[in-house]
């Protein structure tokens, strides 16, 4: 499904109930969660540390996956290799799955560990980890992570305790990551640190070009595609590329989703957007996000993630991404990924407690949920 699809017909595709018979596949590199179990998918939200608070503090964090039916406190801290991000890349980092000819990599980082960046690169973050069965795509908003190969150890950043961070990682076939080479032509990722040899070099031709720094040349500038999990969930990958020229929200993604949006992103970058009600569909600014249980909120300023959510309760699209609304990331690639999941778009719903109104104000979102 590409760019130009018409939004109805693509809608009523995202839509239909397919049911699929992939399994997760003993060995196969995949997502994995708090308990050290392969999971299809997980969402992760990292919570900022607040002032004169411990470092631990400003590695804590909520989960959540298809069986936690909502947010739940992790059971670990960022840093640690028994939580789900740690869990998860320390697959990158163990001996037993480097073998060449078995695995390929790639990481990548608008502000590379150890790097200088570039500001001509994609404005997007994220892991991609494979063998000829199956591998996860992570994708997330934190900098100067994760580490390098030849580091041989994961590890979380100093820099990355004080603000809020996002990861969605899910877990594909084999098949699923032609496509997804496909969307990094668009974003254009600064990757750092890659192997895509032998047989993925064949089978994956343009994830090996985006990882040795290619894009594309010709429009259309942006592309959409329905990404299928191992176990048959339904996620739309949304890539823009630097001469698309507009806001990845309030150009393209509302009208994607034929949905008003709130958007949460990091607000101390330059040129802020402001909230956008100039077209048929209307995108808002989160002000600050409240988490009910544990009880904590924090203002859009402590928090680097960026997410969406449709703001009706009809509209069941909750989006995690890699990209803020800025005069300069109109300018830079990146995207988002979505799913239309009602449990999902609930618990991000819950999260919105103020944002802001297209004249300015700032209002209290009384969702009722």
């Keep these: 499904m590409r760019a130009g699809t018409p939004n109805s017909l693509v809608l009523a595709i995202l839509l239909l109930s397919v049911t699929f018979t992939h399994h997760t596949v003993d060995g196969g590199i995949s997502c994995y969660d708090d308990f050290g179990q392969p999971v299809d998918w997980f969402i992760l939200y990292k919570l900022p540390r607040h002032h004169h608070s411990t470092p631990a503090e400003g590695m804590k964090y909520m989960y959540q996956d298809g069986h936690t039916k909502g947010w739940v406190p992790g059971r670990s801290l960022m840093n640690s290799t028994e939580g789900a991000v740690g869990r ?5 980092y163990s001996e037993a799955t480097r073998r060449q000819e078995d695995t390929a990599y790639v990481l990548y980082n608008d502000e590379p560990p150890k790097q ?14 494979l063998d000829k069965i199956q591998g996860f795509w992570l994708l997330h908003s934190t900098p100067n992570f994760p580490p390098r190969l030849d580091e041989k150890e994961y590890a979380w950043p100093v820099s990355a305790l004080q603000y809020g961070q996002t990861f969605l990682c899910v877990t594909y ?3 699923q990551f032609i496509e997804i080479g496909h969307q990094l032509l668009f974003t254009e990722p600064e990757v750092y640190d890659y192997r895509v040899e032998s047989t993925f070099a ?4 343009a994830l090996l070009n985006a990882s040795e720094g290619q894009h594309i040349h010709k429009k259309p500038w942006n592309s959409s595609v329905t990404l299928t999990s191992l176990q048959g969930k339904k996620f739309v990958s949304f890539a823009k590329f630097r001469l698309f020229g507009d806001d ?4 393209w993604l509302a009208q994607a989703l034929a949905s008003d949006l709130y958007v949460e992103f990091w607000h101390k970058s330059r040129g ?3 909230s956008n009600c100039s077209g048929h569909y209307k995108v808002y600014n989160v002000q600050d996000v409240a988490f009910q249980s544990p009880a904590t909120s924090f203002f859009s300023t402590s928090d680097h993630s ?3 959510v449709g703001t009706g309760n009809d509209s069941g699209w909750a989006c995690v991404g890699d990209m803020n609304r800025n005069l300069a990331e109109e300018h830079r690639g990146g995207g988002i990924i979505c799913l ?8 991000f719903h819950s999260l919105v407690h103020n944002y802001t109104d297209c004249d300015g104000a700032v209002d209290h979102l009384r969702s009722g949920l």
């Design 88 to 92: 998860t890349l320390q697959q990158l």
């Design 202 to 205: 064949q089978d994956l031709r």
């Design 173 to 175: 076939p084999y098949s």
């Design 116 to 129: 200088l960046s570039s500001s001509l690169k994609g404005h997007t973050k994220g892991v991609i980890f």
């Design 340 to 347: 239309h999941d009602s449990a999902v778009w609930k618990t």
């Design 248 to 251: 990845l929200y309030s150009g």
């Design 272 to 274: 802020i957007l402001p």
């Design 306 to 308: 960026k997410w969406c």
